[in-house]
């Protein structure tokens, strides 16, 4: 079996060095090249064909979200690993959405690494329990908002955006051009579907099922 060709990228040199140093050790592993740039990886990419990736995602020229996209296009088959020091849901999503098949911390254990690597060359997909976790979250929060969606109307949700910022029933009627008895008929209607009693309770519920935001 040929050895997996990985593709380093990061935009520290010492960085990229221990990289390369320790996955140099392991056996069926073998890295074709390393870039400091989301630029320099396409280019790098295209020139050697790696079968894994190990992406950094904030670097100077061009990040590795945009990186992974354009290498992707190119190089469908090509799979990327994210490595890097954030964990926060804005990096983690994009980097997913991006094509990422696992998402690891730079301070995760070198065999965590190794394992990661095996696993997404094979297919797989492997995120940390700690990334994991918000990537469930997210998924629920979204799940819960596709489904307030199909339970309420476009003129309900409009109602409730605008009960959210404090406006009264006659101020919500001038907004949407629409009499004020059916901007009360609409708020009972949203109190019914969201098993709720009162206006306060109805916002609040909603913000917190991430049906509306502020």
Request: proline share 3%.
């Amino acid at each position: 079996m040929s050895d997996i060709r990985i593709l380093i990228v990061d935009d520290h040199p010492v960085v990229r060095e221990g990289l390369a140093t320790m996955l140099a050790r392991q056996v069926g592993m073998a890295v074709v090249g390393e870039a400091g740039d989301g630029s320099a990886a396409i280019e790098k990419a295209m020139e050697t064909r790696p079968d894994v990736i190990l992406m950094d995602l904030r670097m100077p020229v061009m990040d590795g979200v945009e990186a992974m996209r354009q290498i992707t296009e190119r190089l469908p088959s090509t799979r990327f690993i994210v490595l890097t020091t954030y964990d926060n849901d804005d990096y983690i999503f994009k980097g997913i959405e991006a094509g990422a098949r696992a998402y690891l911390l730079k301070d995760s254990p070198r065999e965590e690494l190794f394992k990661a690597i095996r696993a997404v060359h094979r297919g797989e997909s492997l995120i940390q329990p700690s990334v994991a976790s918000k990537v469930l979250d997210r998924f629920a929060t979204l799940s819960r908002q596709a489904h307030a969606t199909e339970l309420l109307s476009e003129r309900e949700m409009a109602v409730l955006r605008l009960m959210a910022t404090g406006a009264a029933n006659k101020t919500i009627a001038a907004q949407l051009c629409i009499s004020e008895s059916t901007v009360k008929t609409h708020v009972q209607s949203i109190f019914q579907k969201l098993d709720v009693s009162d206006r306060t309770e109805a916002v609040t519920h909603a913000l917190q099922r991430g049906i509306i935001s502020l």
